[in-house]
């Protein structure tokens, strides 16, 4: 089994044949690799191979730019050993898996419509479902060459229960399987759980969550357990959901049923952004993140922010977020969905 | 005893020392550190430390398009402007005025100044 060895830090790892690629390997390891999407989507597990072959598993992955493969980077997340490796990599603690990943099968118990184009999958394992709030574990689709990343949108729980809120995309290969093929009963592998965008229930602020499209996952899990934790009443937490037509909207009611929780109090907030709608919506226009800053703007220094969608959607508000309202980078946590 | 430098005319290095896309670090008493770039023949200053992380740019990369790599995320900035180009960086870095003199590089540490977003 391939020992690879990190230059720069001198932390080595094994990849154990369960090991389906270099990163994964090194955080089963306890080491923080820097990463982000798992998915070949971010870039952030870029590494330089000094000595040592690696096996790639997707080469056309958008997370390595001309300037990367002109300085021959790979990517942690699309590469496999195939001998003893010696690689230069940034690692830090913020990295290391707070709960440590593991591979297990699951069944699915309920697929429900939430939109026209998300569905809540709810799946089973039979030991406890152990992750924060907030991150997000891989799902190995049959019949799909690589897993695919997916935020829970429940709370970690004794039952045993993973909770997903998946969109349909027009022909994508894992959703397409997920929503006309998987039949309650049938079985999957999740690998998990992954991200660093988890709920920090220690921080003193308020909070916001700002999500996008099917970014709704994690920000519904995140939002249950503020509302749930008594250690954060008293805290606010505004949530807001930015769609593209009024019926992409949901959300509203699992977070009304969060109103009688002990912990935070949460508030919801939506827009759509698309011009053409008429005016049979009265409610708010334009970019989600435009919302945030016309409800919130001037107090978001002081807010615990929690972002996630579409990468475009997460970059502008992460741009509104510190250039324009001034908040510290370590205060804004957040995963764009590749 | 010698005297301080003045911050306005901070020797930082000779030209001679520097060849085309080097970077290196300086780090005037009591202020924050400073990277000073070499571009085709020109000199630039701007902040060290990456507005993301807190890496010191002068230990990344810099390329013939006069982009600076971070070490760490490899966000980059560019040198002349200060400005963050790719994602997770989007703060700019400030720039600090340049003049070579007598093979002397000096820069102005107290007209550092950040571009308009
Ligand atoms: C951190 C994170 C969390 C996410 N959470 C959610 C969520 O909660 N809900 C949700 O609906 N979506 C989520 N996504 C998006 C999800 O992972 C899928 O991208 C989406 O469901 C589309 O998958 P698809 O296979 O149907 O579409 P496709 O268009 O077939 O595939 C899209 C994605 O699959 C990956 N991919 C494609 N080809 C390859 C290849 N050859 N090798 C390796 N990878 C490949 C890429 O990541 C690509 O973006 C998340 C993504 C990330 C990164
Ligand atoms: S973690 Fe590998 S590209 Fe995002």
Known sequence: ?338 | MGQEPELQRFPACNTADMKDCDVIRIEPPGLRPVAVYCLDGEFYATDDTCTHGNASLADGEVDEDGVVECPFHAGTFDVRTGEALSFPCVLPLKTYPVVVEDGTVYVDLEHGRLQEG
């Not at chain 1, 053409?276 to 993140?289: A, K, L, N, Y």
């Open chain 1, 1 to 338: 089994m391939p020992l690879i060895e990190i230059e720069n830090t001198g932390e080595r790892f094994q990849q154990n044949d369960i090991d389906d690629c270099i990163l994964r390997a090194g955080l089963a390891s306890g080491l923080g690799l820097s990463y982000e999407c798992n998915s070949g989507g971010c870039g952030s597990c870029k590494f330089e191979l000094l000595e040592g072959e690696v096996e790639t598993l997707w080469a056309d992955a958008p997370g390595l730019s001309a300037r990367d493969i002109k300085k021959n980077r790979r990517l942690a997340c699309q590469s496999r050993a195939l001998t003893d490796l010696r690689i230069k990599m940034h690692t830090a603690p913020e990295f290391c898996l707070p709960v440590l990943a593991k591979r297990q099968s699951l069944s699915l118990l309920e697929r429900r419509a939430v939109t026209d184009d998300i569905a809540e999958f709810r799946f089973q394992v039979d030991n406890e479902a152990v992750f924060l709030p907030g991150q997000y574990a891989l799902l190995h689709v049959p019949g799909v060459d690589s897993p695919r990343a997916y935020s829970m949108s429940n709370l970690p729980n004794q039952n045993g229960e993973w909770a997903f809120w998946i969109r349909r995309v027009a022909n994508g290969a894992a959703t397409t399987v997920l929503f006309d093929q998987l039949r309650r009963g049938d079985r999957l592998i999740l690998d998990g759980p992954y991200g660093m965008a988890y709920l920090r229930p220690d921080s003193p602020r308020d909070v916001v969550c700002i999500a996008g499209g099917s970014g709704i996952s994690p920000m519904l899990s995140i939002a249950r357990a503020a509302a749930s934790d008594p250690a954060m009443a008293g805290r606010r937490l505004d949530f807001f959901f930015g769609g593209r037509r009024p019926a992409d909207l949901c959300g509203q009611l699992e977070l009304a049923e969060l109103s009688r929780g002990p912990g935070a109090l949460v508030t919801y907030h939506c827009s759509i952004s698309d011009p053409d709608v008429g005016s049979g919506w009265s409610g708010e226009r334009g970019f989600i993140h435009e919302l945030v800053q016309r409800q919130l703007g001037g107090q978001l220094s002081n807010r615990e922010c929690y972002l996630a969608g579409p990468p475009p959607m997460v970059q502008a508000t992460q741009r509104a977020l510190l250039l324009d309202e001034g908040v510290s980078q370590d205060q804004v946590h957040f995963d764009r969905f590749f």
